[in-house]
């Protein structure tokens, strides 16, 4: 298994496409993630908050990623639609993201309350951007 499963990093692959992409912001983030109404082929939650252990959010030119729990909890191109992103001060910010606008086999809504140094960059970076779909 992969170093970056217990750390504060993300898999290898997707930290060396963020690199290709020309990482803006990359840091260690905690707080705490909660999914409504939240359904895929195999999972279904109808809501519940855990905390995000071993977290790192990354924003590249092109996509935004929060990977926490051992799994990209957000994981959109930047400027997309379906993600709203709120500052609640200084280092903390509240993130939801519409999962059925993101990803077509989910459906509910992942809500994010995070705490990171890099909240009013993030904030600032990606309420700039354009979303150009693929």
């Given at each position: 298994?992969?170093r970056a499963?217990?750390?504060?990093?993300?898999?290898?692959q997707?930290?060396?496409?963020?690199?290709?992409?020309?990482?803006?912001?990359?840091?260690?983030?905690?707080?705490?993630v909660?999914?409504?109404?939240?359904?895929?082929?195999?999972?279904?939650?109808?809501?519940?908050?855990?905390?995000?252990?071993?977290?790192?959010?990354?924003?590249?030119?092109?996509?935004f990623?929060?990977?926490?729990?051992?799994?990209?909890?957000?994981?959109?191109?930047?400027g997309?639609?379906?993600?709203?992103?709120?500052?609640?001060?200084?280092?903390r910010?509240?993130?939801?993201?519409?999962?059925?606008?993101?990803?077509?086999?989910?459906?509910?809504?992942?809500?994010?309350?995070?705490?990171?140094?890099?909240?009013?960059?993030?904030?600032?970076?990606?309420?700039?951007?354009?979303?150009?779909?693929?």
């Open positions: 298994m992969s499963f217990g750390s504060k990093e993300l898999p290898p997707l930290r060396s496409d963020m690199e290709w992409e020309g990482i803006v912001v990359f840091g260690p983030v905690d707080g705490s909660a999914r409504r109404s939240y359904r895929t082929p195999l999972h279904y939650a109808s809501s519940s908050w855990e905390n995000i252990e071993q977290g790192t959010v990354a924003m590249s030119r092109r996509r990623v929060v990977w926490g729990n051992r799994e990209a909890l957000v994981d959109v191109p930047l997309h639609p379906a993600v709203s992103m709120e500052l609640q001060g200084p280092e910010m509240l993130i939801e993201a519409d999962d059925r606008e993101i990803d077509r086999t989910c459906r509910g809504w992942t809500t994010l309350l995070l705490r990171t140094i890099h909240a009013p960059r993030i904030a600032q970076v990606y309420g700039e951007s354009v979303y150009r779909p693929v």
